[in-house]
């Protein structure tokens, strides 16, 4: 069973960066593909960024890209998502998710159906 927690949330002046974390426990974490999702009021929940289990594969939500970096670091179980250059269109709670993957499978997936785990999520709030 994996755990995840999400942290880094907080209020930033549009423009401004902020970097969000998650850690996972309780599985193998080599093993997951990671993913960030988020959700603004009145709003579904919509894919942001996600990240093979190798780190070789990246997809790229397309409101997003050019604006983020995710990067996962296996020795702490930990998947990061930095984000550059937010507006207040990006103010939402951030989830992280993870799917068990085996090694051949680098496929989008981008519903959330799709992914078993997921965090509690954390706010990020943009200023104008």
């Known amino acids: 069973q994996v755990s995840l927690v999400e942290s880094g949330g907080g209020l930033v002046q549009a423009g401004g960066s902020l970097r969000l974390a998650c850690t996972a426990s309780g599985g193998q974490f080599s093993r997951l593909a990671m993913g960030w999702f988020r959700q603004a009021p009145g709003k579904e929940r919509e894919f942001v960024v996600s990240?093979?289990?190798?780190?070789?594969?990246?997809y790229y939500g397309e409101s997003v890209k050019g604006r983020i970096t995710i990067s996962r670091d296996n020795a702490k179980k930990t998947v990061y998502l930095q984000m550059y250059n937010l507006n207040p269109e990006d103010t939402a709670v951030y989830f992280c998710?993870?799917?068990?993957?085996?090694?051949?499978?680098?496929?989008?997936?981008?519903?959330?159906?799709?992914?078993?785990?997921w965090g509690q999520g954390t706010q990020v709030t943009v200023s104008s």
């Open positions: 990240l093979s289990r190798s780190g070789g594969t990246t």
């Open positions: 998710a993870a799917k068990s993957t085996i090694l051949s499978d680098n496929r989008y997936f981008s519903s959330v159906a799709d992914w078993p785990y």
